[in-house]
């Protein structure tokens, strides 16, 4: 079978004189929504270490108080691939556009209304129960944002800068994850029964001001190229939820594999380092110093996620995939060992390195990754599906398991690095079971990881050769 060239050829927008501007607009609309998703998850992660744990159960145990606040924060992971299984296949069968907008109002919506709920010395038991309720909102909203997002952006983008632009919209994960640590950071420094009373839900009541810019956006927003193309053809798959689990499930697979390392390391340095050290430096340890680490280490992501994804669109998607999962590889090791020491500072830069340079040295190549590994029928459930399966296998077990272990084995650091380890080591072989998908023709209708080697290519040269052949 020849290989499909329209989208390498001439990007479907391109005859378009409002391309540019579209382009800008999808570019914000997919950032302030990475934004917002990553200012709640990273404030969630945040709060869930040091404050939902004392003010949402019971504290006759607080090791376990602690590990069941994990599990408030690894319940929203949990109703994620529900929110990716609804909303990716409207996102399929709708167009993108109008699933964005509704997501954004659901994820916002239950984050603003964690900012005000009463307490366990309020309301006992109600008040745990009313957190996890509001949790698998956020969840279920932000299962199909993330996704949309990346489909948006891959599917706008120029071909020969895809993994660039693609990249882009990431930017936001950064910024909300900044933004988180420095707000907390910040209301860390109030007085403890301040902190305690009111200063934790300002963060959360600011997440209203989010939604209200990204709807502003969105409402403006066009539906991708591909799409349209989709439509225009009469090629919208009526059951993308039967063609997923049958043509797509090998890609959804493999798309699980390549997030372990990147979704779950993600969030033990985020949130499980910070416990893991209070466990090691006890109640006086800085907390507000320490999540200058998170904050840090957004901050080298703002420029490290598009630099990889820039990367990709020159040597390929998997080289540099590989590279960062065999960099937190045989980081694991050093990273919690140093941990383990109780240096603040130490921890910062540790902390730091691991979001911003392990982390997003696969997050930059999988934004255009993802969406290129599926084909155009079913490519907002695919990249759904990949995307929060994983995140509850990986995101979500990080914070529960990973609690436990603290809890259990009083904070051996070997258990944690092994742990994280394993992730890498996943992820690793998960770049070899994938063919190389640079430049891929997003209107294909077919996926990458179950069409021939032949007709693939394994390798950026062979991709090329063949763009070049048809082009000339």
Not at 63 to 78: D, I, L, N, Q, S
Request: hydrophobic residues 50%; charged residues 15%; glycine residues 10%.
């Amino acid at each position: 079978m020849a290989v499909t060239t329209a989208d390498t050829v001439r990007h479907p927008g391109a005859s378009d004189p409002d391309y540019a501007k579209n382009l800008q607009r999808a570019t914000l609309a997919s950032s302030i929504g990475s934004a917002l998703e990553y200012f709640d998850f990273a404030l969630y992660g945040l709060s869930t270490a040091l404050i939902f744990n004392l003010l949402f159960f019971p504290q006759g145990d607080p090791a376990m108080a602690t590990v069941a606040a994990f599990a408030t924060f690894g319940v929203g992971f949990v109703a994620r691939p529900f929110g990716g299984l609804v909303f990716g296949q409207l996102g399929d069968k709708l167009g993108r556009k109008w699933v964005l907008v509704v997501t954004i109002l659901l994820m916002g919506g239950a984050s603003t209304l964690i900012g005000v709920l009463p307490t366990y010395d309020q309301i006992g038991l109600w008040a745990p129960v009313l957190l996890v309720l509001l949790r698998l909102l956020q969840g279920f909203g932000a299962g199909a944002e993330q996704a949309g997002s990346t489909v948006l952006m891959a599917e706008y983008a120029p071909v020969k800068r895809r993994g660039f632009f693609a990249a882009l919209p990431f930017i936001g994960i950064q910024a909300g994850t900044l933004l988180a640590g420095v707000v907390f950071s910040l209301i860390s420094l109030l007085p403890k029964d301040q902190l305690m009373s009111w200063g934790w839900r300002v963060p959360f009541l600011f997440s209203f001001v989010l939604i209200l810019i990204a709807l502003f956006i969105r409402a403006k927003l066009r539906e991708t190229p591909t799409f349209v193309e989709l439509e225009k053809h009469e090629q919208i798959q009526e059951k993308p939820v039967k063609e997923i689990f049958t043509k797509g499930l090998p890609g959804v697979v493999v798309g699980i594999g390549l997030r372990m390392a990147e979704n779950g390391g993600s969030y033990m340095f985020q949130t499980l380092s910070l416990a893991f050290f209070v466990s090691v430096v006890g109640k006086n340890a800085d907390k507000g110093l320490l999540a200058w680490g998170v904050s840090l280490g957004s901050l080298i992501g703002i420029f490290s996620v598009p630099i990889a994804g820039a990367i990709s669109d020159r040597v390929g998607r998997r080289a540099v995939y590989r590279a960062g999962a065999v960099f937190m590889l045989l980081y694991s090791f050093p990273a919690w060992w140093m941990l383990s020491l109780g240096n603040t500072w130490l921890a910062v830069v540790v902390i730091a390195v691991g979001i911003g340079i392990a982390v997003n040295t696969m997050l930059g190549p999988q934004c255009a990754m993802l969406p290129e590994m599926f084909g155009n029928r079913h490519r907002y459930l695919g990249v759904a599906m990949a995307r929060e399966i994983s995140a509850v296998l990986s995101g979500g077990l990080a914070g529960v398991l990973g609690a436990y272990i603290v809890a259990v084995s009083k904070g051996d650091w070997l258990l944690l690095a092994v742990y994280m380890a394993t992730l890498a080591l996943i992820t690793t072989c998960a770049t070899f079971l994938v063919p190389e998908t640079l430049r891929r023709d997003l209107l294909r209708t077919d996926d990458a990881v179950k069409v021939s080697r032949d007709e693939t290519g394994d390798g950026v040269e062979n991709t090329t050769q063949m763009i070049t052949k048809v082009e000339a």
